[in-house]
T-cell receptor, first 109, second 115 residues
Framework: GQNIDQPTEMTATEGAIVQINCTYQTSGFNGLFWYQQHAGEAPTFLSYNVLDGLEEKGRFSSFLSRSKGYSYLLLKELQMKDSASYLCAVRDSNYQLIWGAGTKLIIKP | ETGVTQTPRHLVMGMTNKKSLKCEQHLGHNAMYWYKQSAKKPLELMFVYSLEERVENNSVPSRFSPECPNSSHLFLHLHTLQPEDSALYLC??????????????FGQGTRLTVV
């Protein structure tokens, strides 16, 4: 079967750096997405990786290793507003999105 | 209005009721989706419409009935639901479906409680 694994919950301190990991086992690979979802809000698109390497976008970066079936989302200079759930999703060989259950990130002052 | 708008935001219904969820997108996209989001579970894709035609129905019970009257509007008609259907129902849209699709844009969801 197809599977996306991410930690259920993480805690970090304001101003620090946190890395949220995502590992996947899917039938084929056509890209990996990261979304942010604040409680009671819509998931919003953060990043898309289809080739190996690091994509940087301001305080957020996303890394992909296709050979390892692994990605991470790196958040720098954490702010209280970064408290949210972070969803990892992989597009498989049929271009269907397979979703992880999300990582709830708690930022403490 | 911009983005994807869902109404109502919250809905409480009895198991014998009939209700409808509404989704409207103002992005000019041609694909729309219904997802179910339960606590600590991955998003479950329920229905997909591309160019106003249903292209995917992931074994969803018949008590959920989608309708897509045009490329901007999507409905989810609900009847005789069960308590386990209580969840956040998310609508999304994208430009293109499958291989050529962009990232999905989501609405804020309808929090459904079945009593």
């Amino acid at each position: 079967g197809q599977n996306i694994d991410q930690p259920t919950e993480m805690t970090a301190t304001e101003g620090a750096i946190v890395q949220i990991n995502c590992t996947y086992q899917t039938s084929g690979f056509n890209g990996l997405f990261w979304y942010q979802q604040h409680a009671g809000e819509a998931p919003t698109f953060l990043s898309y990786n289809v080739l190996d390497g690091l994509e940087e976008k301001g305080r957020f970066s996303s890394f992909l290793s296709r050979s390892k079936g692994y990605s991470y989302l790196l958040l720098k200079e954490l702010q209280m507003k970064d408290s949210a759930s972070y969803l990892c999703a992989v597009r498989d060989s049929n271009y269907q999105l397979i979703w992880g259950a999300g990582t709830k990130l708690i930022i403490k002052p | 209005e911009t983005g994807v708008t869902q109404t109502p935001r919250h809905l409480v219904m009895g198991m014998t009721n009939k209700k409808s969820l509404k989704c409207e997108q103002h992005l000019g996209h041609n694909a729309m989706y219904w997802y179910k989001q339960s606590a600590k579970k991955p998003l479950e894709l329920m229905f997909v419409y591309s160019l106003e035609e249903r292209v995917e129905n992931n074994s969803v019970p018949s008590r959920f009935s989608p309708e897509c009257p045009n490329s901007s509007h999507l409905f989810l008609h609900l009847h005789t639901l069960q308590p386990e259907d209580s969840a956040l129902y998310l609508c999304a849209s994208s430009q293109g479906y499958g291989r050529g699709s962009t990232e999905a844009f989501f609405g804020q969801g309808t929090r459904l409680t079945v009593v």
